[in-house]
């Protein structure tokens, strides 16, 4: 079970068109909700945090995604920004946008470069999964797939929750846990989110090797998570 509701540290962040309420209108399913929840710990400098929210905003909007997007059923998934760190201290920074298309996506991208970074310390993934498994939770749109894709460059720490737990309890709502492991000076990482972060049907480790490899392999990552959400899409 996730631990609590969604406070105030983890206050949703919107562009104001969308603050106002414009989900109304919107189909109540997406093929995919997809969480993406990025380390601000502090192993994280100013140049890296930047080159992190970059390569997010980069990914979302790149026409390999695009195109894997509008091949699934519904043409379209939910995606939210989560920082995570501090033991029990993840954010969510951007709150469900629905993405359709390039406007869409381009949307999405600027409310990502735009967020403030939240203050984080050390490595909780535990907590970040809970956080993030309670935000899918919340989603206003329903899916039958369900993700949180989670990148850091450090194995967990100091979870209030650990990660085992956290990781099975996820699994248990039907919520797959994927990985980037950013390994830079850290070699190894990938088989220790391998071993200790993903769960969940077809769940894999993506691996960065280091901070400005970060984009590429994201957009690679959420190419084969569309796809997997999509049947018959190609993710060559």
Known sequence: ????????????LLPPALAAGSTAAQPAVVDLLLV???DASGSIDADEF???REGCAEALTHPAVLSAISAGPRASIGVALVEWGAPGGAATMVDWHRVIA???????????????RSRQSWNAIGDALDHSAALIA????AASERVIDLSGDAPDMRS????????RAAAAQGIVVNALAIEGGRPGLTRTYEETVIAGNGA???????????????RAKLIREIALASPGTQTG
């Open 36 to 38: 993406l929840a990025i």
């Open 1 to 12: 079970m996730t631990r609590g509701r969604i406070g105030r540290r983890g206050a949703l």
């Open 204 to 218: 894999f480790v993506m691996t960065a090797e280091r901070r400005g490899d970060f984009a590429r392999a994201l």
């Open 138 to 141: 919340q989603a206003p749109w």
């Open 50 to 52: 930047r080159l992190q």
């Open 160 to 167: 209030l929750h650990p990660v085992e737990g956290a990781r």
């Open 102 to 116: 390039a406007a869409s996506a381009g949307v999405l991208a600027r409310a990502v470069l735009d967020a403030p």
